[in-house]
């Protein structure tokens, strides 16, 4: 029997793209296949989504987000955790018998991947690694760059298998290490989403002028934020609806304020669902002048599937060079503003509220390419690389 030890920062009941991904996928694995290594965060209980159904061991080590700068005093800490979060870890695996060792590094210093490197060499059991973005393009600081680079070749030569979200994400890691990642597109469960339509749809088939975004707001894509905001001020009868972790206070410090601007919060998932079935368009917005510009080329926000299966046509405002943008071109999906220019995005919006035949082959290849996204069919992938990670 497979059982495999999920070592990251950034699982449930962490409310971040990354915990929601997990959830949808490991829902399909025995619980009892897999136990979780992470550490400790004060979790708002209004937003919390709920902890994986197995057991939780916590690392001795500080947490990831502060508001701190990142000085060298936080960075010895950092690594000097290292060495228990490894020996408590080996601890882990001989008492939950673990033979295969997951980690899913994100914008964290590289600790954990570092620790579960170790771990893989001590104790000879494969290392999977899944990539949610690109490792060392998310660090914030020149000296996690500069030492997680070390870390994250040394972790990928010697992983069994290695998962990346995106085409753009695959093609990074094979050029860079010469590896083979395995696709693991984000997941959705089309059934849940499908049962959650029809309620709404035979409650309110009428769609308003209303555009809605929903998900974290930071430098990857504010200023595509704000055009829409500026757009907003030409439609005066369209609105902008924001469904976001951050405050209102915050919001309106970021310029995310104005007349027709509606900050919402943070909503359970089956509420965000009902809410993007009824949105007038939803707008995928990623940055034009981010300091992130090597992580937009190839990230995949965790919305994206939601979206896809929402049943409402898509706009993408991105670079030409995103992700995203390249996604919604391939398969037809969205409508999209490949630059910051806010005529075009104004023209855009008010075709996408005026065309109807424009939208339905949007939602047509919409629907299309969220099959690609399927959890089940996401979870069988997962399952297939880690057992092969052993055989």
């Known amino acids: 029997m497979i059982k495999f030890l999920l070592i990251s920062h950034c699982v449930p009941p962490v409310p971040m793209g990354p915990s929601f991904i997990l959830m949808r996928i490991l829902k399909h694995f025995p619980e009892d296949s897999y136990a979780v290594y992470t550490t400790r965060y004060r979790v708002d209980r209004e937003i919390e989504m709920g902890k994986l159904p197995c057991r939780y061991y ?6 990831v987000y502060t508001n701190s700068k990142y000085l060298l005093r936080i960075a010895i800490r950092e ?25 899913l590094p994100g914008s ?11 771990m893989h060499k001590l104790k000879r059991i494969p290392l999977v690694i899944y990539f949610f973005d ?6 914030n600081s020149k000296l996690r760059k500069f030492l997680g680079r070390f870390i994250e070749k040394a972790a990928v030569k010697t992983a069994s298998s290695v998962f990346v979200m995106s085409e753009k994400l695959s093609e990074y890691y094979q050029f860079r290490y010469n590896v083979d990642p395995i696709l693991l597109p984000h997941p959705i469960d089309l059934f849940e989403i499908e049962k959650i339509k029809m309620i709404a749809n035979c409650i309110n088939k009428k769609h308003k002028k209303s555009i809605v975004f929903c998900g974290a707001i930071y430098e990857i894509n504010l200023d595509s934020i704000r055009n829409m905001i500026k757009v907003i001020e ?26 027709n601007i509606f900050n919402h919060g943070f909503v359970k998932t089956e509420e965000m669902v009902r809410i993007q079935t009824e949105a007038g368009l939803l707008f995928l917005p990623l940055g034009f002048k981010s300091i992130y510009a090597d992580v937009i080329r190839s990230a995949s926000p965790a919305k994206l599937p939601e979206y896809l299966a929402s ?24 409508a999209i503003v490949d630059e910051p220019d806010l005529d075009k995005l104004h023209r855009m919006v008010i075709k996408m509220f005026k065309d109807e035949d424009y939208c339905k082959e949007l939602i047509k290849k919409a629907n299309q390419t969220a099959q690609l996204h399927d959890s089940r069919i996401v979870a069988h992938t997962f399952k297939d690389g880690i057992e092969n990670s052993i055989f």
């Open 58 to 63: 916590y690392a001795p080590a500080h947490t």
């Open 311 to 334: 049943g409402r046509p898509i706009l993408v405002h991105a670079p030409k060079d995103a992700y995203v943008t390249w996604y919604a071109r391939n398969k037809g999906w969205g």
């Open 134 to 139: 690109n490792f060392l393009k998310s660090q």
């Open 108 to 118: 964290d210093p590289g600790n954990f991947l570092l620790a579960a490197f170790i």
């Open 79 to 103: 690594w000097l955790e290292v060495l228990p979060m490894v020996w408590k870890g080996l601890k882990i695996i001989k008492k939950e018998k673990i033979n295969v060792l997951l980690a």
């Open 234 to 259: 030409r439609l005066p009868d369209a609105e902008f609806h924001v469904y976001t972790r951050r405050s209102a206070d915050s919001l309106k410090w970021l310029g995310i304020a104005g007349k």
